[in-house]
Structure formats: structure tokens, C-alpha cells
């Protein structure tokens, strides 16, 4: 299984956050598929940037996110943008379209 988690880097006490694509099996610091963001968690703004694109994708096909990460993708806007989409989606098609010349 694939998992969007964390791998640490940085140095003692001042940890920096990589959030990575990695097959569940590898260890936090190991092998890792891609590098889909960044965390800082000293850092007060601009602590989390995440490349939306590749996020949706891995999503998409079946990624699971830690909850670690689920709560930064929630902080950076992915999940709600993610859900508006797919709502706007439901609602276009159960929506019915008007006729225009109704009734002349």
C-alpha cells in the first residue's frame, strides 16, 4: 500500500518535514517514491507547502494519508478544494437543464 507520510530532515532540534509518497513497508526515513511538500513546524508562516497537482493525483489512486498529513493537506486547502470538486461534479450531473422555449 502507498502512503503520503512525513520524513524528518534537518538538523537536532530543528526539525524539517518532507511530506513523501512511500510504500507503507519502508521505514519513515527510508526508501520514498516522490516529494510531494514540505512542513516546518517551527516556522510560523508559510510552514507547509505542498504541490497540489501531485497531491490530488496520488490521491486519486488510492494514497492514504497519515493523519499527520490529512491534517496539513486539510491546513494547505487540498481536501476541500478536493470535495467542492467533486460536489460541483455530483451536482452538474443530477442537475436538470431548462428548456428554453417552454410554454410559447
Do not use: C
Not at 9 to 28: C, E, L, N, Q, W
Not at 29 to 39: A, L, R, V
Request: zero cysteines; aromatic letters at 4%.
Amino acid at each position: 500500500m502507498v502512503r503520503i507520510r512525513l520524513r524528518r530532515v534537518g538538523r537536532k532540534k530543528a526539525p524539517v518535514y518532507r511530506i513523501v509518497i512511500a510504500d507503507s513497508k519502508s521505514p519513515r526515513d527510508g526508501k520514498f517514491i516522490e516529494i510531494i511538500g514540505t512542513y516546518s513546524p517551527r516556522v510560523t508562516e508559510g510552514a507547509v507547502t505542498i504541490k497540489v497537482d501531485r497531491a490530488n493525483y496520488w490521491l486519486d489512486v488510492g494514497a492514504q494519508a497519515s493523519d499527520t498529513v490529512r491534517s496539513l493537506l486539510r491546513k494547505g486547502g487540498v481536501l476541500k478544494a478536493r470535495h467542492e470538486a467533486r460536489l460541483a461534479k455530483k451536482l452538474a450531473a443530477a442537475a436538470v437543464p431548462l428548456s428554453e422555449n417552454k410554454g410559447d
